[in-house]
């Protein structure tokens, strides 16, 4: 019944950015906090990064400090995903997800996971 969906992923070259989008369908997201998760294939699914409700409160993957910025607009309802500095490594499927700042880093959601939105970094 909790709905996001994801948007904005792509082919880009290493060093390049991508701006990605989840937004809420059906709901207010003002009330949860999200998260940004990513898998490759044969791999598991890992958080890359989390925002509390209000936006006040922000967390990170070590791999992806420094070159990831997570935001929210809730006026618009949605949450955004800065991408700079992207690396080979980088290429997986994203996610965005309700979660909390305790349980992020453990890929743990609630609700159900969505279409995710592909990222590539080649040359």
């Known amino acids: 019944q909790l709905h996001l969906v994801e948007s904005g992923g792509g082919l880009v070259q290493p060093g390049g950015s991508l701006r990605l989008s989840c937004a809420a369908s059906?709901?207010?997201?003002?009330?949860?906090?999200v998260g940004w998760f990513r898998q490759a294939p044969g791999k598991d699914r890992e958080g890359v990064s989390c925002i509390s409700s209000s936006g006040d409160s922000t967390a990170y993957a070590d791999s992806v400090k420094g070159r990831f910025t997570i935001s929210r607009d809730n006026a618009k309802n949605t949450v955004y995903l800065q991408m700079n500095s992207l690396k080979p490594e980088d290429t997986a499927t994203y996610y965005c997800a309700i979660t909390t700042l305790r349980n992020w880093s453990y890929a743990k959601i609630s609700g159900s996971w969505g279409q995710g939105t592909q990222v590539t970094v080649s040359s």
């Open positions: 059906g709901f207010t997201l003002d009330y949860y906090a």
